[in-house]
């Protein structure tokens, strides 16, 4: 080997992926000025065969390209859970396309034309922060947002550590806004796993029809709009976590195909006949009631009890009010910044959250900390600051008093729900959707409210004399 040859094999190696060679040739000159070593890759297929075989620093690729697209490469390299910086270059799309690649693990975003100053400063920037980050030993994960002194919270904490050591499936319970996410990014940050990719869907945000495309993958022409070959998310995740958020809501026909995943781990990419095997590990959230939607034939149950091999169930933040004051601080240092200090709320604007039931849990008490940040920034949040619907919590209304008030407290509870839910549906005439909005509650918990309670709205429109 040459002096020459002895030097650049030291010197980072950087990628160049796209199927025009001009693009490649002048991305290549422009970082001639560095110590670096570049390779043009006319063909995106043939960049992991690359990172297999040689030490690459830095991988420089387009977005639209005939073989595959930029955001499906960056999920390919991700999948095989590979941390190697990725720089986004293109001439289409904008801010959303500059968002979306760096959720599916781009390191950076230049669009063209590009300036040979500002390549080079990013090129330098991602490079010294492989190195650092190299230089770094492992830090052990931490609850950075689980806050809680909540006897019930904190034996969630201790299960999630001994559950994180295994590979076991695992099912998050727990209403909207009580943090599931939270837990499964937790899961995997404290699992052997934590140095490959964290997938993340939301199974109610993605169109049905496009479900099983979002999970699997499709190829060129397996429907109308499918221009291109798509990685779904399973492979995505490669040997990592894969989180189905809100996974009551899957159709049957997509069911079915998570099912064989969970069987044995192979599944097909939409209008395509190669099987690919996943190794990622599955965990699930629901806000519902599985069991019971197995039950009424409204979940498959071969795959409710293949999803509930360990379950963890969230308190809701009503059960756990003393963490109130915890997570106002937390929230309110979050928000707040140099020219904005946090709010300070009183002893009495507390006493009244305390008091207030939470229908969105911590994600409603997360939204108001940043309006009181917005609108009180460095003052103080008084009762009169709250939202009415929090003020008016502050005790039962007249007709709820008398015989009400008294006795066990959760006999006292389920006689108020029960008198609150039938009087809001008289005064609705038994329109389910319309009650849960006066009541300020998402429909699906308040129409499971009315089931745990066992009222069937018909029976109180009834009872009542028509106009």
């Given at each position: 080997?040459?002096?020459?040859?002895?030097?650049?094999?030291?010197?980072?190696?950087?990628?160049?992926?796209?199927?025009?060679?001009?693009?490649?040739?002048?991305?290549?000159?422009?970082?001639?000025?560095?110590?670096?070593?570049?390779?043009?890759?006319?063909?995106?297929?043939?960049?992991?065969?690359?990172?297999?075989?040689?030490?690459?620093?830095?991988?420089?690729?387009?977005?639209?390209?005939?073989?595959?697209?930029?955001?499906?490469?960056?999920?390919?390299?991700?999948?095989?859970?590979?941390?190697?910086?990725?720089?986004?270059?293109?001439?289409?799309?904008?801010?959303?396309?500059?968002?979306?690649?760096?959720?599916?693990?781009?390191?950076?975003?230049?669009?063209?034309?590009?300036?040979?100053?500002?390549?080079?400063?990013?090129?330098?920037?991602?490079?010294?922060?492989?190195?650092?980050?190299?230089?770094?030993?492992?830090?052990?994960?931490?609850?950075?947002?689980?806050?809680?002194?909540?006897?019930?919270?904190?034996?969630?904490?201790?299960?999630?550590?001994?559950?994180a050591k295994s590979d076991s499936r695992v099912l998050i319970l727990g209403e909207t806004g009580t943090g599931k996410h939270l837990i499964a990014k937790a899961i995997h940050g404290l699992s052997a796993r934590r140095n490959h990719p964290f997938v993340e869907i939301n199974c109610a945000a993605v169109p049905e029809p496009l479900l099983e495309s979002e999970l699997f993958g499709h190829e060129r022409g397996a429907f109308t709009g499918a221009t291109g070959r798509r990685i779904g998310r399973f492979e995505e995740a490669g040997e990592g976590t894969i989180?189905?958020?809100?996974?009551?809501?899957?159709?049957?026909?997509?069911?079915?195909?998570?099912?064989?995943?969970?069987?044995?781990?192979?599944?097909?990419?939409?209008?395509?006949?190669?099987?690919?095997?996943?190794?990622?590990?599955?965990?699930?959230?629901?806000?519902?009631?599985?069991?019971?939607?197995?039950?009424?034939?409204?979940?498959?149950?071969?795959?409710?009890?293949?999803?509930?091999?360990?379950?963890?169930?969230?308190?809701?933040?009503?059960?756990?009010?003393?963490?109130?004051?915890?997570?106002?601080?937390?929230?309110?240092?979050?928000?707040?910044?140099?020219?904005?200090?946090?709010?300070?709320?009183?002893?009495?604007?507390?006493?009244?959250?305390?008091?207030?039931?939470?229908?969105?849990?911590?994600?409603?008490?997360?939204?108001?900390?940043?309006?009181?940040?917005?609108?009180?920034?460095?003052?103080?949040?008084?009762?009169?600051?709250?939202?009415?619907?929090?003020?008016?919590?502050?005790?039962?209304?007249?007709?709820?008093?008398?015989?009400?008030?008294?006795?066990?407290?959760?006999?006292?509870?389920?006689?108020?729900?029960?008198?609150?839910?039938?009087?809001?549906?008289?005064?609705?005439?038994?329109?389910?959707?319309?009650?849960?909005?006066?009541?300020?509650?998402?429909?699906?918990?308040?129409?499971?409210?009315?089931?745990?309670?066992?009222?069937?709205?018909?029976?109180?429109?009834?009872?009542?004399?028509?106009?």
């Amino acid at each position: 080997m040459t002096s020459l040859s002895k030097r650049k094999a030291f010197l980072p190696s950087i990628l160049v992926v796209d199927d025009i060679p001009e693009f490649c040739a002048q991305v290549c000159a422009f970082l001639d000025t560095l110590p670096v070593t570049t390779e043009a890759v006319l063909s995106p297929g043939k960049v992991l065969k690359q990172l297999r075989s040689s030490n690459v620093h830095l991988i420089i690729t387009t977005l639209v390209m005939r073989e595959m697209s930029g955001m499906d490469l960056i999920r390919m390299i991700r999948g095989t859970g590979s941390a190697v910086p990725i720089l986004m270059v293109t001439g289409h799309g904008g801010p959303q396309s500059a968002v979306e690649a760096l959720r599916v693990g781009a390191n950076d975003y230049m669009e063209k034309p590009l300036s040979q100053e500002e390549l080079t400063s990013r090129v330098n920037m991602l490079l010294r922060g492989r190195r650092v980050e190299g230089d770094k030993q492992a830090r052990p994960f931490e609850f950075r947002d689980l806050l809680s002194e909540d006897p019930g919270m904190r034996s969630v904490f201790s299960m999630v550590r001994t559950i994180a050591k295994s590979d076991s499936r695992v099912l998050i319970l727990g209403e909207t806004g009580t943090g599931k996410h939270l837990i499964a990014k937790a899961i995997h940050g404290l699992s052997a796993r934590r140095n490959h990719p964290f997938v993340e869907i939301n199974c109610a945000a993605v169109p049905e029809p496009l479900l099983e495309s979002e999970l699997f993958g499709h190829e060129r022409g397996a429907f109308t709009g499918a221009t291109g070959r798509r990685i779904g998310r399973f492979e995505e995740a490669g040997e990592g976590t894969i989180f189905l958020d809100e996974i009551g809501e899957m159709e049957f026909d997509v069911q079915a195909k998570l099912l064989r995943v969970l069987n044995d781990g192979k599944f097909n990419r939409v209008g395509g006949q190669r099987t690919y095997t996943s190794k990622a590990r599955v965990i699930t959230a629901t806000n519902r009631d599985l069991q019971a939607e197995a039950a009424n034939g409204r979940f498959r149950a071969d795959l409710f009890y293949r999803l509930h091999v360990i379950a963890i169930t969230l308190p809701p933040l009503r059960n756990r009010s003393g963490d109130i004051p915890l997570l106002v601080d937390h929230f309110a240092r979050r928000f707040s910044s140099k020219n904005s200090p946090a709010p300070v709320f009183t002893k009495e604007a507390l006493q009244v959250m305390q008091r207030y039931e939470w229908p969105g849990n911590i994600r409603e008490l997360e939204h108001l900390i940043e309006r009181a940040a917005v609108l009180n920034a460095g003052g103080i949040v008084r009762v009169a600051d709250l939202p009415e619907t929090m003020r008016d919590a502050g005790g039962p209304p007249e007709s709820l008093s008398g015989p009400h008030v008294g006795g066990p407290y959760k006999a006292a509870r389920d006689r108020f729900e029960r008198q609150y839910v039938e009087t809001l549906l008289d005064l609705t005439h038994g329109n389910m959707s319309a009650a849960a909005k006066i009541a300020e509650m998402d429909r699906s918990q308040f129409f499971r409210m009315v089931r745990r309670l066992a009222i069937t709205p018909r029976r109180i429109t009834q009872s009542k004399p028509a106009p």
